[in-house]
């Protein structure tokens, strides 16, 4: 075995070459940061994404934009159990999740459903498993009364600086655009082999059984390359998710991320170097028997946000206090007033062009905003 | 010659030797692919093509029974082959390469080749119109690949097998694909995962049957070629070589069990 593995090493095949030769040196890479302070899992952001994205037949269960309860199983059902990803730089092998780990997807009787004259049944979807979905155990946390908690994650694609899913693929069907580091697959190259799902320890590639392809969040693409923002950040009520250029000194995804060091990415652990960031939740003080506050003990365990999101999550709630103190005591947060987001527009660097000012906008989502 | 099914044919194949049963002997004798262990027969070296009249496009028919069944081993691509650094090590404990054996028959009219590939697959097959929970077909999930199979042809100098051809060493691949409908395209592999359909119009046809676990599909193609697929002759002879994906173990791409050396393929004159 261990022959063997010395030959694989130093034996590389050309399609593995061509895998990592689609990984170029970037110019830019875009990036986005979810504050998990103000997410209130409206689910605005998956069906902003649904809507544009996935809404043909054989998508049904594709939500490329995911919102779950946490602690709880997400979706695909248990994905943190999955594998996927590297570690070491040695990939581990991955699970495909089923059908029915994804759930969801459902059809129904509408008439009985909106008009009634099915009682209990007319409820019922009329095809699909019904004991499974994308958002099955939403806002059943942890904890036990009154000091449970829960809080809203969000996922969408990581488009990661370490591509395991482009890498695992034989086909060569995907790649890192060198302009902004967006992880982008050819279809017409895709051959259904599926070793990106596998690879994916983030579980968030979708298979078009119709088409016979695989399919991921793409960054909403055509919109970034018209200066506008993704639809999930765009449409947020909540006013939480930022996009922009990691490498953008002067943006807040930048400071977010290197300077305040308060963003920080899901399961760093996996080894893939995710381009998305999270602002890990603080929660309200746990309450003593007699009603008073606990004021030492956080409500969230901490060693399941280490879980989540790695080591440094402890620092990065602890200079986020830090800061709500000082403002609390009179002074003024440069971080805080971030992601406040005062300013609409200031979250998404510089895709703020509204998709219904651009040509045939008829396609577009149509929101009117304001800022 | 009834106590050892299968070896007749293939040995006659194997050896060279001339046919000595007649076909109703052989159609007795059966020359299944059933119950052989991996590595129990040696790699076939020859099929012949018989010369028949009439209709052979149906798996089913008698006569292909009565036609010598030659039986192939089939090994699995090994580890170290495999295209991507993922697929190398996430499969390196995992068994693969599950049919290690198919049985092929070769006939021809003086219009068309006719290859008939039968082999044991564990495999569910789906009734008409069954469907999962979610009004999809039962094998529409994404963990879910089907059983295919392929006949190999070396397009040009010594390609590689078990890689699917080489950059400079192309193989036709006869693909069929089980599904709804079934699948078979005619295509141009240089390398695992690089098959592309042959440029010009293929006149490449199959019919399968299955039944329990074991698959029947028929290809069929005029003699003649094109391009990028090789072209047969009464009297001549060319190579050909067999892959098998078992669906019900995820097999796709690289993940396979193929013949490991190029079988001649004579046709009678």
Known sequence: MAGREKQMSESPSPVSAASRRSVPKLAHQLAMVFDLNKCIGCQTCSVACKVLWTREEGMEHQWWCTVNTQPGRGTPRDWEQMGGGERGSIPVPGHLPTREE????????????????????????????????????????AGDYPNSYYFYLPRICNHCTNPVCAEACPAGAMHKRAEDGIVVREEGRCRGFRFCMEACPYKKIYWNHVNQVSQHCIFCLPRIEQGVAPACARQCPGRLVFTGFLDDVEGPIHKL??????????????????NVFYVPPLAPHRLNPDGSLDTQTPRIPIEYLERLFGPLVGGALGRLRGEIEKVRAGASSEMLDTLIAYKWSSLFGPFTKDPATLAGAAAADGATEEA | MSEQPTATAEQRASTGGQPTATG???????????????????????????????????????????????????????????????????????????????????????????????????????AAGERNPYGEHPFSGPDAFPDAVAVLFPSGGDAPIETMGADDAAINMWRWTAGVPDTVQSLIARGIATEQP?????????RSAGAGERWSVLF??????????????????????????????????????????????????
Not at chain 2, 199 to 206: F, I, M, P, Q, T
């Open chain 1, 257 to 274: 991320v290197y300077e305040w060091k308060v963003a920080l990415p899901l399961h760093p652990e996996y080894g893939t170097s995710p």
């Open chain 2, 198 to 206: 042959v440029g010009e119009r293929s006149e490449l046809r199959a």
């Open chain 1, 102 to 141: 994804f759930g969801g997807g459902w059809d129904f009787d509408f008439q009985k459903l909106f008009y009634g004259g099915g009682g209990r049944e007319g409820l019922r979807p009329s095809s699909g498993a019904d004991d499974w979905g994308p958002n099955w155990d939403e806002d059943q946390g």
């Open chain 2, 24 to 126: 109703e002997q052989r159609a007795a004798t059966g020359g299944q692919p059933t119950g052989r262990r991996a590595g129990a027969s040696p790699q076939a070296k020859r099929i012949c093509a018989a010369r028949v009249e009439g209709e052979v496009e149906d798996p089913r028919a008698k006569r292909w029974q009565r036609l010598p069944a030659v039986n192939v081993a089939l090994h699995p691509v090994p580890i170290a082959l495999q295209p991507t650094r993922y697929i190398r090590t996430a499969w390196a404990q995992r068994p693969y390469g599950m049919v290690r054996e198919l049985s092929a028959r070769a006939a021809h009219d003086g219009q068309r080749l006719h290859l008939l590939v039968e082999w044991v697959s564990p495999t569910r097959q789906i």
């Open chain 2, 220 to 269: 069929s193609r005029p003699l003649g070629g094109g391009d990028e697929e090789p072209s047969f002759h009464p009297g001549g002879t060319g190579r050909v070589g067999f892959a098998a994906w078992c669906g019900a173990n995820q097999e796709r791409a690289g993940l396979m069990a193929a013949c490991t050396a190029w079988i001649d393929l004579e046709l009678d004159a």
